[in-house]
């Protein structure tokens, strides 16, 4: 029996996205189009693959057992596809702004230098982890642990966090009685800091709201307010003097990052590249 490699390429693509709706994305077809080719599978195997959950679809056993045989074969033809058009495809990488303009993008030029097309999208780990899942993105930098089905990542960094202020506010008794600047209404920065290093959760409310931490970095460098900021962020300021660190923690709260990447997606030799060079850099770093 034949079997058409469209339909187990939308197989393998509903199998690791755990959903119709994603699959349907990823693969540039309606919904309708995807259920019709996975209920031909079906019918053609004589055999359910998925169980039709309220939220996505469950693979039996048998889509299990499917997915482990053509894997490798379909990720090796869509490889040797991609290395065959002229000028190949373009990695799309997603993070947080700050910290991929900041440590990530300086990391990737020795590649693109070498012929890497590249495209950034910035944003918050839950969505860009969504959007990886669902084929729009191939690569994630995440400051969170990944717990998307269809999806892979391992630790890639530790991210440092400092409660800087300048020099001119440094002398005021308490961080209570300076403004504080922060980067989202709910403090998630702040509250991590605090109750790391002093057992409790913040008191004071945040006076200034700035949704991007090279803002909050240039309000407090001004002299505005206080905050909580990423080490990578505040080094050269803290070198040249123009901030100062209001505690010295013994050990500094850290958040781990994760490097992301949808499952298969590591056949695409340029993704696989990227991957591994991103790893190998941010690894080589004790702390950002």
Same mark, same amino acid.
């Given at each position: ?15 690791? +996205? ?12 309606s919904q309708p ?6 209920? @031909? ?8 693959? &998925? ?11 048998? %889509? ?22 002229? /000028? ?12 991929? /303009? ?6 990737? %030029? ?10 950034? +999208? &910035? ?9 990886? %899942? ?31 202020? /300048?020099?001119?506010?440094?002398? @005021? ?9 922060a980067y989202a ?12 290093? &002093? ?39 803290? @070198? ?22 949808? /499952? ?22 004790? @702390?950002?």
């Open positions: 029996m034949s079997l058409s490699l469209d339909l187990l390429r939308t197989f393998l693509t509903v199998h690791r +996205t755990g959903s119709i709706t994603a699959a349907a994305q990823t693969l540039g077809l189009a995807v259920t019709a080719q996975v209920k @031909a599978l079906e019918t053609a195997l004589d055999r359910p693959l &998925f169980d039709r959950l309220p939220r996505g679809v469950a693979p039996t056993a048998a %889509a299990d057992e499917l997915a482990r045989r053509v894997a490798a074969s379909l990720d090796a033809l869509d490889t040797v596809v991609d290395s065959e058009l002229p /000028s190949g495809g373009a990695v799309h990488l997603g993070g947080p702004a700050e910290f991929l /303009s900041e440590v990530v993008i300086p990391l990737l %030029a020795p590649l693109v230098r070498e012929g890497l097309r590249l495209r950034t +999208t &910035f944003g918050l780990s839950d969505g860009l982890l969504a959007d990886l %899942a669902a084929g729009r993105l191939d690569l994630v930098v995440s400051t969170i642990r990944p717990r998307v089905r269809g999806v892979q990542a391992e630790p890639a960094y530790d991210e440092e966090f400092l409660l800087v202020a /300048s020099p001119e506010l440094a002398g @005021a008794e308490d961080c209570g009685t300076r403004p504080l600047i209404e709910d403090l998630p920065i702040v509250r991590r800091y605090w109750r790391t290093v &002093f057992g409790k959760r913040p008191s004071m409310a945040a006076q200034v709201v700035i949704p991007d931490l090279r803002g909050v970095l240039n309000a407090v460098r001004a002299g505005m307010g206080v905050s909580v900021l990423p080490a990578y962020l505040c080094r050269a300021d803290l @070198a040249a003097g123009r901030l100062v660190t209001l505690a010295e923690p013994e050990l500094a709260p850290i958040n781990t990052g994760y490097l992301a990447v949808r /499952s298969g997606g590591l056949a695409r030799a340029a993704v696989a590249r990227v991957h591994a060079h991103l790893l190998a850099a941010l690894k080589s770093a004790p @702390a950002y």
